[in-house]
Every structure is written in structure tokens, then in C-alpha cells.
């Protein structure tokens, strides 16, 4: 969330707009509620795009039946959706289930359940704004990823900050009646049998202004509330929330530097290994967020991967699931200088990048454009759900040729990036683009090709026939690839 308000950070400067002001208006004032709250549509010129026909799907409000995402063993179905707000059909509910989308990471605010204090040590909770979300999710198909966090005033003075000790219990408390009442097991339900498996913490805590410099007081949090979840939901996964890890507070690529700290990640496993019995007790899997803040750092989502990997291996947590609550690119052109492609390319290259990497859970941040240049990461233009932008287009043919598919290896290609998967059918299927302005020749080894391009057209190629680029019958099929377009080529239908 706040990784691509920085990205906007020096654009602002520039402009004339101090860094106080900017800080404050984007990330030091302290109300969530503003992050879930639809924003003035941009009205500058559309990137109007649609180079093939939608679905006539895509008109229809009424979900459509869903296959069972989750019924291949050991198999976790990767493709989600950010939807902070309302999850429901104008909030683009539908359409993502259209789209594929599999997963939808929503917050639950302790600020919502419960905004008054217990009295004499009763608690009153109240959950009906997420028995609609959760039940909207459940209609759809889509399982749900919590973002848990927004203390309500009476228990800590930062809705996403560190709580004081004294308000610990009440954080206990509040987190197993929650799991407790969504875990599905037919005790103290929620109407439906709605089930949440997979709980996180805060959202990039290690921001200087909520939790960063308190990896300690994180690591006493995450073992107070571990137990709470594990207790009323034993299978439930307890993750710590989606860390930016980017844009350091003292970063050697970015002046000025950013908001979060470095040795957020290493304090907080580091004292539940030295002061709690061990990380792998309180925590399941790991969660950060992608946005291409520092290219030097980290210029693909596997190299951001690889190094929190390293820092997990180095606290004996290695081994742990990696998810991403949030990732996006902006289409915004006059300011970001990005396309309505490029936005798309870069969309396919983080979730083909981050399954490569083996990463369970990955949602895009967000189904609308938020009004501001830096916020255009949107599928859809401004709140409109009858505009949608390529990447839409894209993520829908994403989730459609890769349901479903195993990662297997990296393509070995000059002038070429591509990640191999194996399909359900047993048939391979390789995503590819070209990493050079020159396009690029590549063959494989089959008598007949069924090319995907990214925004969904297709077409077959038979060995020696149109299409195959080396115009002979020689047991391969040769096709070309541009640079950062990706394709689909796989069997023949």
C-alpha cells in the first residue's frame, strides 16, 4: 500500500509539494478506513483497449459455476484479488470471478468487530460487516486472506501501530472469538459455514510509523496471537502480514529514504527464536509485498523472493510458505511512464515470476484505479467495471492457460525469459518473452503448437505449416517472441 505512494514521492517533490506534506497526506495519518475508500475517478483521457471480444460472461451479474480450485492434492490455487473495501459486485466481485480469481485479501478490522472497550471484562463483538464479505466470497467461489490489524482508539493510540502490552489480551481475545466463528467447525459459527484459513497481522509493519523499529514488540504480538488462532482453528495458518521490505530508511538508492526498516523481519523472528521457544511455534507462513520500487535491489519479484528466503533460512524458518497479499504495476503514461501494456506485461511477469518461485498466493492490488497517477494499478479504469484495461484482459487469459499448472523449470534462451510448467493433462506449457528490443526465434521440439498471446488470442501452428517461422517439417515449430510480451505455447488441442 504505501510502497507505490513512495514511487510517487519524488514526482511530488518536483512538483513543489514538500515531503512533510506528502508523508502526511499518504501515509502518516493514521485512518485505514481512508485505504478502502473509492477515490475521484481520474477523468483524463482512457486508454480505451480491447483488441479482442469479451466474453459474453463478462456482462452477466450472476456468479457462474465454479470448479473446485482447491480439490488436487497439494495443489494451491494461486491467482487472487485485493478487495479492502466491500467485497460484493460493485466492488468488481463478479468480474474477478470472471477474470478466474481464485482469492480475495480483504482487511478485518478490530476497530469494526469490536469499536467499544469491554466492560468489566466482557467483550461485545460484532461481525456482521464480514459474514457479508466472507459469505459474498464464498458465492463466488473465492477463499478469503486476512489482513488483520486497525486497533480501534481504546486499545492503542495507531490503528496499525504497536499495541501496549496491557492491550495484548484483549487482542487474544478478539482474534480467537473472530477465528473462532470462521473456522467452519459447526461451534459458535457464522450463518453459512464460512471458513478463513489463512491469517495475517498487520500490513507492512516494518513501517518506521507502526512497527518497524519494534521487531520485539511484533515478535511478542505474534506470540500472543499464534496460540489464539491455532487453538480455535488448528489448521488455520498464522502468517505475519505483508511486509514492504523496500525503500529502506537507510536506503542507498532512494533520496530521501523511505519509511521502511531494514531489520524489521531479523528483530521480529530473531526474538521469537530467542525469547519465544522458536518462530516455527507462532508463525506458518511468510507474506511481503511486490511493487517495482528499486529496480537495483530488486528488479523481479524472484529476487525480492530470494532474499527474504535467505533471511527466513537464516532464522531456521527457510522452509516456510512464501504468499503475496499485494503486487501491481501502474498504466499511468503522462506521469509514471508506464501503458496500459506495459501494465499488463508486468502483471503476467509477477505472478509467472513468483510461481516460478514457488509462491502459494498471489493477489493484484486492485480492481479499480484510485485518481492518481501512482494509483492507476487498477484492472479496471477509474470505478468503472464496464472499462476494463488490458490488464484485466490479461489476467483473465493468465488464469485460464495457467489453472491448474505446476511450475517444472526455467527456459534456457538467448534473447529470452521463460518459465516451463506442467500442465494437469501431463502436457507442458511454457510462458516466454523477449528480453531484447530485437525480437527473438525460438523453437520447440513438437509437431503442433497452440500459441497464446497475452491478451488472449490464439492460434496453432503445425510443424512445416503457416506460421511456423523455419518453414520446414522438421519436428519443431519455431515462433518469435517480443521484448516483455509475453505467450503461451503449448500442445495442440
Known amino acids: 500500500m504505501l510502497l507505490r505512494r513512495l514511487l510517487f514521492l519524488s514526482i511530488a517533490v518536483i512538483s513543489g509539494f514538500t515531503i512533510v506534506d506528502y508523508l502526511w497526506a499518504n501515509f502518516l495519518r493514521d485512518d485505514p478506513a481512508t485505504w478502502a475508500m473509492p477515490l475521484q475517478e481520474d477523468t483524463s483521457a482512457s486508454q480505451a483497449f480491447l483488441p479482442v471480444e469479451l466474453e459474453p460472461a463478462f456482462t452477466n451479474t450472476l456468479y457462474l459455476p465454479m470448479v473446485n480450485k482447491y480439490s488436487m492434492p497439494g495443489y494451491v490455487y494461486p ?25 480475495v485479501t480483504t482487511f478485518v478490522l478490530w476497530s469494526d468487530i469490536e469499536p467499544n472497550a469491554p466492560v468489566s471484562g466482557t467483550h461485545t463483538y460484532d461481525w456482521s460487516k464480514y459474514d457479508t464479505k466472507f459469505g459474498n466470497a464464498k458465492a463466488a467461489g473465492m477463499q478469503v486472506y486476512v489482513a488483520f490489524g486497525g486497533n480501534p482508539s481504546w486499545a492503542a493510540p495507531s490503528a496499525w501501530g504497536v499495541l501496549p502490552p496491557s492491550s495484548l489480551p484483549d487482542l487474544a481475545n478478539v482474534v480467537a472469538a473472530t477465528v473462532e466463528r470462521y473456522d467452519g467447525d459447526g461451534f459458535q459459527d457464522a450463518p453459512g459455514g464460512l471458513v478463513v484459513n489463512n491469517w495475517s497481522f498487520y500490513a507492512e509493519e516494518d513501517t518506521q510509523q507502526y512497527w518497524g523499529h519494534q521487531g520485539a514488540e511484533f515478535a511478542q504480538m505474534m506470540a500472543t496471537v499464534s496460540p489464539a488462532v491455532h487453538n480455535a482453528h488448528p489448521e488455520a495458518r498464522v502468517l505475519i502480514g505483508g511486509i514492504g521490505y523496500d525503500w529502506f530508511t537507510d536506503d542507498e538508492y532512494h533520496n530521501p529514504p523511505g519509511p521502511f526498516v531494514r531489520r524489521f523481519i531479523t528483530d521480529t523472528l530473531g526474538t521469537l527464536n530467542t525469547s519465544y521457544g522458536g518462530a516455527r511455534q507462532y508463525i506458518d507462513a511468510f507474506d511481503f509485498h511486490f511493487y517495482l520500487v528499486t529496480a537495483q535491489r530488486f528488479p523481479t ?10 533471511i527466513m533460512s537464516n532464522h531456521g524458518v527457510g522452509d516456510l510458505p512464501l504468499l503475496v497479499s499485494e503486487m501491481a504495476y501502474w498504466s499511468d503514461t503522462p506521469t509514471m511512464g508506464s501503458s496500459q501494456t506495459r501494465q499488463a506485461q508486468y502483471l503476467v511477469h509477477f505472478y509467472v515470476g513468483g510461481l516460478s518461485m514457488g509462491i502459494e498466493q498471489l493477489s493484484w492490488w486492485t480492481v479499480f484505479d484510485a485518481g492518481r497517477p501512482e494509483l492507476t494499478d487498477g484492472l479496471f479504469e477509474g470505478q468503472d467495471l464496464s472499462k476494463p484495461k488490458q490488464s484485466y484482459l490479461a489476467y483473465q487469459t493468465m488464469t485460464r492457460e495457467l489453472g491448474y499448472a505446476r511450475f517444472t523449470s526455467v527456459l534456457n534462451a538467448a534473447g529470452a525469459e521463460g518459465y516451463v510448467f506442467m500442465m494437469a493433462d501431463g502436457t507442458q506449457k511454457t510462458v516466454v518473452w523477449g528480453t531484447s528490443p530485437t525480437p527473438t526465434q525460438m523453437s520447440f521440439a513438437q509437431a503442433c503448437a497452440r500459441q497464446v498471446e497475452m491478451l488472449g488470442s490464439s492460434s496453432q501452428i503445425v510443424d ?23 505467450i503461451y505455447v503449448g500442445a495442440c488441442n
Do not use: C, H, T
Open 464 to 486: 512445416g505449416g503457416a506460421g511456423d517461422l523455419d518453414g520446414a517439417a522438421n519436428g519443431q515449430v519455431r515462433v518469435q517472441v517480443s521484448q516483455d510480451q509475453p
Open 301 to 310: 519479484i524472484r529476487d525480492k523472493a530470494l532474499e527474504i528466503k535467505q
Open 79 to 103: 491467482f487472487g484479488i485485493v478487495m479492502y473495501g466491500d467485497v460484493d459486485d460493485n466492488a468488481g466481485l463478479a468480474k474477478m470471478q470472471q477474470a478466474g480469481s481464485g482469492w
